[in-house]
């Protein structure tokens, strides 16, 4: 909201029914960040302690973790429409607008299900000593079936939900995923021979599959974050 | 480059997310222009034009 902006205490709603939204809100995010704190704490510490950390455990504590978010994400969403009646005023630009960020949200919630979905049964399944996100991911075994319809969410949340959140966003934030997709684009060009030539010299391990799609995921995420808020 | 859309927004009582809606772009977007950060494609600053009924000379100027 800027200056320029009329302020909106009105909620629409009665004092107290007010008054029960606000306390639903802080208490449930309170508890998931809590929880989410918690689980942090603990599994770093079970891994510093060389504890069991399986793939079914990472996989289980990831949905947890994942469910979490999502309700500190929808705290922060919906705390200013609860304090300040933000949903209920506007003209029709505000309508559309309002209209743009559900939409949006349901692109955030369909890539969650899809990213949670693929990390949970991969790691609740996986029937060999592997795991997709160490070096040794070639030992993973699935289901035959499992391991297509995996392949399917992949193409669906790598391939089909990217080009649909293209044609969803306008100029401003195009030019950030530009600007992300680069950066991950120049790191895997440059990272790839960089490691090789690392781990001739004895510095490093061997490059692998998943070091390398890391290293473009994380520089991607990276520049997007610097367009997103340094340009 | 300058403009004068935070002004002329103001002039109409808008909410950032309400112009954003009326040009079918994000209030991101509206807060990128309006802040200098981002320059509109030349669609988007006719569309703006359009809006608020004026020529794109006249909200826009890269001599500011």
Redesign the interface.
């Known amino acids: 909201?800027?200056n320029?902006?009329?302020l909106r205490t009105d909620t629409g709603m009665s004092e107290s029914a007010v008054m029960l939204v606000r306390a639903g809100i802080v208490v449930g995010g309170i508890l998931a960040l809590t929880f989410l704190g918690a689980m942090a704490v603990g599994f770093v510490s079970a891994v510093s302690e060389g504890g069991d950390t399986s793939a079914k455990d990472i996989a289980i504590i990831g949905a947890i973790a994942l469910a979490m978010a999502g309700v500190i994400y929808a705290a922060w969403r919906f705390w200013p429409r609860a304090t300040s009646g933000e949903a209920l005023s506007?003209?029709?630009?505000?309508?559309?607008?309002?209209q743009?960020q559900r939409r949006q949200m349901i692109y955030f919630g369909i890539a969650a299900l899809i990213g949670g979905a693929i990390g949970f049964f991969t790691g609740f399944f996986d029937q060999g000593d592997g795991s997709l996100f160490a070096g040794n991911f070639a030992e993973l075994k699935l289901p035959p079936m499992l391991a297509l319809g995996l392949a399917a969410l992949l193409i669906g949340g790598f391939i089909v939900l990217p080009i649909w959140g293209f044609r969803m966003?306008?100029?401003?934030?195009r030019?950030q995923n530009f600007i992300g997709f680069t950066g991950g684009c120049v790191s895997v060009l440059a990272g790839y021979p960089i490691w090789a030539v690392l781990y001739a010299g004895g510095f490093v391990a061997a490059p692998h599959a998943f070091g390398i799609f890391a290293i473009a995921y994380v520089s991607m995420i990276a520049s997007f974050l610097y367009a997103r808020w340094r340009? | 480059m300058k403009n004068r859309l935070k002004v002329l927004r103001a002039e109409r009582d808008w909410s950032q997310a309400e112009l954003a809606g009326r040009l079918d772009v994000s209030r991101q977007a509206v807060n990128a222009i309006e802040t200098g950060k981002h320059d509109p494609s030349l669609p988007l600053a006719f569309r703006i034009a359009r809006l608020f009924d004026m020529r794109i000379e006249e909200i826009f100027d890269d001599e500011l």
Do not use: A, Q, S
Not at chain 1, 169 to 173: A, F, G, L, Q
């Open positions: 909201m800027t320029f902006d009329p506007g003209g029709p630009g505000e309508v559309r607008t309002r743009r966003i306008d100029d401003y934030k030019e340009l």
